[in-house]
């Protein structure tokens, strides 16, 4: 019997932008079931590509399906067929949805995700060429399109979430491009709203937050657009722990400034050149920026030209840079890009995310898309090793551990072809957010790929948030440069704060703001800010807003009971004896030691001898100090006098200055006036005058006729006006 063959019916049209629908002649056609309508998006995301049966399956059951899982999956699509090629003659082949072994193919041609994707694209092609208004049109058709997430139904299914990640980055990107092409129609005011939304929505990407700024310096709103750019910062700390890149610093400085640049048709190339406000390293020679002192004030890198000079020795083939959050890490390794990339290497990065989500391995498949889009040997090849990373590819019918194991092997050969067309550095960033999958690969890329030209910067927190000691175990074989970051010292620190608030600080001020953020560069600047708004005075002592904001958050994921021996520790002072600590602390010794353990794998205390703690930054002190109510501290001040008085019965002065300290009146002052009489019988007299003032301030507080002072010095009761 004839087989007669008849073409896909032309008016199927497939939605996935929100809700998951077919729709052939205005109806929307009943899909079945969730497993059933899974198989239909499975086949759709292959993009008339051949899915294998077994990959299939693999997909629908998550690795372990039942025995009848074949017969059940081509029922599926028989159902499919049915459905979507309802006045199909059961003699006609399927035309929509056809068998090519070994498995499913759809050959759909009206989707409209693909149909976004070719708009976007159109979009951003006229917006280059300067044709805005164009763009502006193409991007509302793409935007229209958009009826919610792509593939929501399939939100938590593996197979689906690179692509879903792939359209959600596109919508982004095209948002943001809309709002350029209105604003370079000079109707900035326009696209205020949607901007906001759009920060509200992707907090974290900063070309949204440059183009809200703009748009809001534009309209005339140049303290809003200031105030979103911190705003931007203040995010990017407490999410990130990191400063923001060279766009949004740029911005800045140029609204402080007033520069022209921001307006009018100069301002087009400001917008638009990626190698202008440093988007993303490109690995391109072309893209080269700048390099230090060139940007605008407080962007270049301070005190970091040993680091570079190191990252930039060819004799490097893995590099280690570690530090805590606002150290400067991105920075450094942004800036080693671009004179790397100067000098004719090719530059690709990965990032570890920050939000669960993304499929293992999600770096490799940034850094191998890049090369892709730049550099590929072998566009075929490039492809599928990218279509296999996004599938999370590790085969199908096959161990999990063999199928990495081969992927693994796949990456390796590629970067190798990659680096015999110019020397390659990989960038692999955050590492303390990475997943098994991308540390295990990184492990083995470091070893497969020794003998080409291929290096590795890997950057990394050392706050104890992870514990990396395996992998640095594993790492130590290959001889890594290890790079710690360190503070700035009161020099290259007076120079930052002088770069950002725009005047002279005095060597004192810089000193004493070194000193308290610990040279932190982050910190840094966030002090400088202060200076510039309330004087150098404040700096002295004050805490800046964005810093507040980093360290609660880093001390908001400490237990409870450690916070409470680090607001302890904050009384005690500068150098904090951990006996005195042990002692006074309700839950005695042990607990002290635990808290500290954990403080010390957090960054925020150090060991500067035996038995001896400090703050790694003197500012995290002043948050735990200020943070406690006046009540508290007073009655933890003379727990640690009574501590000290208890220890070391010899020593007068500094428990005598807790005790003093801790005066409310009536009650806890009392002791000033026996700590005075000790001191001064051992003619401390400066001393002395202290302590009695305090403590004949304190006693027009108390009630006549009221019993004797307690000596909590060790000399028992001493009757009222007994003076000694």
Same mark, same amino acid.
């Given at each position: 019997?004839?087989?007669?063959?008849?073409?896909?019916?032309a008016?199927?049209?497939f939605?996935?932008?929100g809700?998951?629908?077919?729709v052939?002649?205005g109806?929307r056609?009943?899909?079945?079931?969730p497993?059933?309508?899974s198989?239909?998006?499975?086949?759709?995301?292959a993009?008339?590509?051949?899915?294998?049966?077994?990959?299939?399956?693999?997909?629908?059951?998550?690795?372990?399906?039942?025995?009848?899982?074949l017969?059940?999956?081509?029922a599926?699509?028989s159902?499919?067929r049915r459905?979507?090629e309802?006045?199909?003659?059961?003699?006609?082949?399927?035309?929509?949805l056809?068998r090519?072994?070994?498995?499913?193919?759809?050959?759909?041609?009206?989707?409209?995700?693909?149909?976004?994707?070719?708009?976007?694209?159109?979009?951003?092609?006229?917006?280059?060429?300067d044709?805005?208004?164009?763009?502006?049109?193409?991007?509302?058709?793409?935007l229209?399109?958009?009826?919610g997430?792509?593939?929501?139904?399939?939100?938590?299914?593996?197979?689906?979430?690179?692509?879903?990640?792939?359209?959600d980055?596109?919508?982004?990107?095209?948002?943001?491009?809309r709002a350029?092409?209105i604003?370079?129609?000079?109707?900035?005011a326009?696209?205020?709203?949607?901007?906001r939304?759009?920060?509200?929505?992707?907090?974290?990407?900063?070309?949204?937050?440059?183009?809200?700024?703009?748009a809001l310096?534009?309209?005339?709103?140049?303290?809003?657009?200031?105030?979103?750019?911190?705003?931007a910062?203040?995010?990017?700390a407490?999410?990130?722990?990191?400063?923001?890149?060279?766009a949004?610093?740029?911005?800045?400085?140029?609204?402080?400034?007033?520069?022209?640049?921001?307006?009018?048709?100069?301002?087009?190339?400001?917008?638009?050149?990626?190698?202008?406000?440093?988007?993303?390293?490109?690995?391109?020679?072309d893209?080269?920026?700048p390099?230090?002192?060139?940007?605008?004030?407080g962007?270049?890198?301070?005190?970091?030209?040993?680091?570079?000079?190191?990252?930039?020795?060819?004799?490097?083939?893995?590099?280690l840079?570690?530090?805590g959050?606002?150290?400067?890490?991105?920075?450094?390794?942004?800036?080693?890009?671009?004179r790397?990339?100067?000098?004719?290497?090719?530059?690709?990065v990965?990032?570890?995310?920050?939000?669960?989500?993304?499929?293992?391995?999600?770096?490799w498949?940034?850094?191998?898309?890049?090369?892709?889009?730049?550099?590929?040997?072998?566009?075929?090849?490039?492809?599928?090793?990218?279509?296999?990373?996004?599938?999370?590819?590790?085969?199908?019918?096959?161990?999990?551990?063999?199928?990495?194991?081969?992927?693994?092997?796949?990456?390796?050969?590629?970067?190798?072809?990659?680096?015999?067309?110019?020397?390659l550095?990989?960038?692999?960033?955050?590492?303390?957010?990475?997943?098994?999958?991308?540390?295990?690969?990184?492990l083995?890329?470091?070893?497969?790929?020794?003998g080409?030209?291929?290096?590795?910067?890997?950057?990394?927190?050392?706050d104890?948030?992870k514990?990396?000691s395996?992998?640095?175990?594993?790492?130590?074989r290959?001889?890594?440069l290890?790079?710690?970051?360190?503070?700035?010292?009161?020099a290259?620190?007076?120079?930052?704060?002088?770069?950002?608030?725009?005047?002279?600080?005095?060597?004192?001020?810089?000193?004493i703001?070194?000193?308290?953020?610990g040279?932190?560069?982050?910190?840094?600047?966030e002090?400088?800010?202060?200076?510039? &708004?309330?004087?150098?005075? *404040?700096a $002295?002592? #004050?805490? +800046?807003e964005?810093? @507040?904001?980093?360290l !609660?958050?880093?001390?908001a994921?400490?237990?409870?009971?450690?916070?409470?021996?680090?607001?302890?520790?904050?009384v005690i002072?500068?150098?904090?004896?951990?006996?005195?600590?042990?002692?006074?602390?309700?839950g005695?010794a042990?607990?002290?030691?635990?808290a500290?353990?954990?403080?010390?794998?957090?960054?925020?205390?150090?060991?500067?001898?035996?038995?001896?703690?400090?703050?790694?930054?003197?500012?995290i002190?002043d948050?735990?100090?200020e943070?406690?109510?006046?009540l508290?501290?007073?009655?933890?001040?003379?727990?640690?006098?009574?501590?000290?008085?208890r220890?070391?019965?010899?020593?007068?002065?500094a428990?005598?200055?807790?005790?003093?300290?801790g &005066?409310?009146p009536?009650? *806890?002052? $009392?002791? #000033?006036? +026996?700590?005075?009489e @000790?001191v001064?019988? !051992?003619?401390?007299?400066?001393?002395?005058?202290?302590?009695w003032?305090?403590?004949?301030?304190?006693r027009?507080?108390?009630t006549?006729?009221?019993?004797?002072?307690?000596?909590?010095?060790?000399?028992?009761?001493?009757?009222?006006?007994?003076?000694?």
């Open positions: 019997m004839a087989v007669h063959h008849a073409s896909p019916p008016t199927v049209a939605r996935v932008l809700s998951f629908e077919a052939a002649e109806t056609i009943a899909l079945g079931g497993r059933q309508r198989v239909l998006a499975r086949l759709m995301l993009r008339g590509q051949v899915v294998p049966v077994e990959q299939i399956i693999d997909d629908l059951w998550h690795g372990q399906p039942p025995p009848s899982a017969a059940t999956t081509q599926y699509v159902n499919l459905a979507l309802a006045r199909r003659d059961t003699r006609m082949s399927a035309g929509l056809v090519v072994s070994p498995g499913y193919a759809l050959r759909a041609v009206e989707v409209d995700a693909w149909r976004f994707e070719e708009l976007v694209q159109q979009g951003a092609m006229l917006l280059g060429a044709d805005a208004v164009a763009a502006t049109g193409k991007l509302d058709e793409a229209a399109l958009w009826r997430p792509a593939y929501q139904e399939f939100a938590f299914a593996d197979w689906a979430t690179a692509e879903i990640t792939r359209l980055e596109l919508h982004a990107t095209a948002i943001e491009q350029a092409s604003m370079r129609q000079g109707m900035a326009a696209v205020v709203a949607d901007l939304a759009h920060v509200a929505a992707h907090p974290l990407r900063e070309e949204g937050w440059r183009l809200l700024a703009l310096y534009r309209a005339g709103r140049q303290g809003d657009a200031l105030t979103s750019l911190r705003e910062r203040h995010t990017l407490e999410e990130l722990g990191v400063d923001p890149g060279q949004l610093r740029r911005l800045e400085a140029d609204m402080l400034a007033q520069s022209p640049v921001l307006d009018g048709a100069m301002a087009h190339a400001f917008e638009h050149d990626p190698a202008e406000h440093g988007v993303a390293l490109t690995g391109r020679a893209a080269a920026r390099s230090e002192g060139s940007g605008p004030p962007s270049r890198l301070y005190g970091r030209e040993e680091q570079i000079a190191a990252l930039l020795d060819d004799r490097v083939r893995l590099a840079i570690g530090g959050a606002g150290m400067g890490k991105s920075a450094l390794v942004e800036e080693a890009g671009v790397l990339t100067a000098q004719g290497r090719q530059v690709a990965g990032r570890c995310p920050e939000t669960g989500g993304a499929p293992a391995g999600w770096p498949v940034e850094i191998c898309r890049s090369l892709g889009e730049r550099v590929a040997p072998d566009e075929v090849v490039t492809g599928r090793l990218v279509a296999l990373l996004e599938d999370r590819g590790p085969g199908t019918g096959e161990d999990l551990a063999a199928g990495w194991f081969r992927l693994r092997r796949a990456i390796a050969s590629y970067l190798a072809e990659v680096s015999r067309i110019a020397p550095v990989i960038v692999l960033e955050d590492l303390h957010r990475a997943d098994d999958e991308t540390v295990v690969t990184l083995h890329l470091t070893a497969e790929l020794r080409t030209r291929t290096s590795f910067l890997v950057t990394y927190r050392d104890g948030e514990d990396l395996g992998p640095f175990a594993a790492l130590a290959l001889e890594p290890r790079l710690p970051l360190p503070g700035l010292d009161a290259m620190t007076g120079e930052l704060l002088e770069a950002v608030c725009g005047h002279q600080v005095s060597p004192e001020t810089a000193a703001v070194s000193e308290r953020t040279g932190n560069p982050f910190f840094i600047r002090t400088a800010r202060l200076i510039g &708004a309330a004087g150098e005075t *404040a $002295r002592s #004050g805490v +800046p964005g810093v @507040r904001d980093v !609660r958050h880093r001390l994921r400490l237990p409870e009971n450690v916070r409470t021996v680090l607001r302890e520790a904050a002072g500068g150098e904090i004896d951990v006996d005195v600590l042990a002692e006074m602390h309700d005695g042990e607990a002290v030691v635990d500290v353990e954990a403080a010390l794998a957090a960054g925020l205390v150090v060991e500067p001898g035996a038995g001896r703690l400090r703050f790694a930054y003197p500012l002190r948050l735990l100090y943070g406690m109510s006046r508290r501290r007073s009655r933890t001040h003379v727990r640690v006098g009574e501590a000290m008085m220890l070391r019965p010899t020593e007068v002065a428990p005598a200055r807790h005790l003093t300290s &005066a409310v009536g009650k *806890a002052a $009392r002791p #000033g006036a +026996p700590a005075a @000790r001064e019988r !051992r003619y401390a007299r400066r001393e002395t005058a202290a302590f003032e305090q403590a004949l301030r304190s027009t507080h108390d006549p006729g009221a019993g004797p002072w307690p000596d909590p010095l060790g000399d028992g009761l001493r009757p009222r006006g007994q003076a000694g």
